[in-house]
């Protein structure tokens, strides 16, 4: 029983850091298709974002895929890196928050946001090699 705690920790500790590496790797290359590896297929992706993007609604995967492709066709980041991070304690399901910096490429204006990553652990179906077991279900962001 203790082999089998300890190998449940493990795989938890490793692959969270993967998909928290992720979403910094897709907004630091405005990667829109990085970020679509971690979106639940399963589940409703929640995301509520302010000006100057102003977007609020339930999406699938594939319509936030498209969001994010249109929002960084727009935006250029600058920085994002993580500022605190929020552990359940079931370990099923994780907040991840970071602060991103971004400018709009149209008129050179820059905004900094906080922005909130809400994960849960989704059985993996396909066998994908960015598959970490982590899917984000919920995404929200407000100024600074």
């Known amino acids: 029983m203790t082999s089998f705690i300890v190998a449940a920790l493990t795989v938890f500790s490793l692959s969270l850091p993967t998909a928290t590496q992720n979403i910094e790797k897709a907004f630091l290359q405005n990667n829109s298709l990085l970020l679509f590896e971690l979106f639940s297929a399963q589940n409703p992706i929640n995301i509520s974002l302010p000006e100057p993007i102003y977007f609020s609604d339930q999406l699938t995967n594939q319509q936030a895929l498209f969001l ?19 552990p359940s304690s079931n370990r099923n399901d994780y907040i991840y928050q970071a602060r991103w910096s971004f400018r709009d490429k149209k008129n050179n204006d820059q905004y900094l946001f906080y922005i909130f990553f809400f994960l849960i652990k989704e059985p993996s179906g396909e066998n994908r090699p960015l598959d ?8 929200k962001a407000k100024k600074i």
């Open 68 to 86: 994010f492709q249109n929002i960084f066709s727009s935006f250029s980041t600058f920085e994002f890196y993580a500022e605190r991070n929020s």
């Open 132 to 139: 970490t077991g982590w899917k984000i279900t919920e995404i």
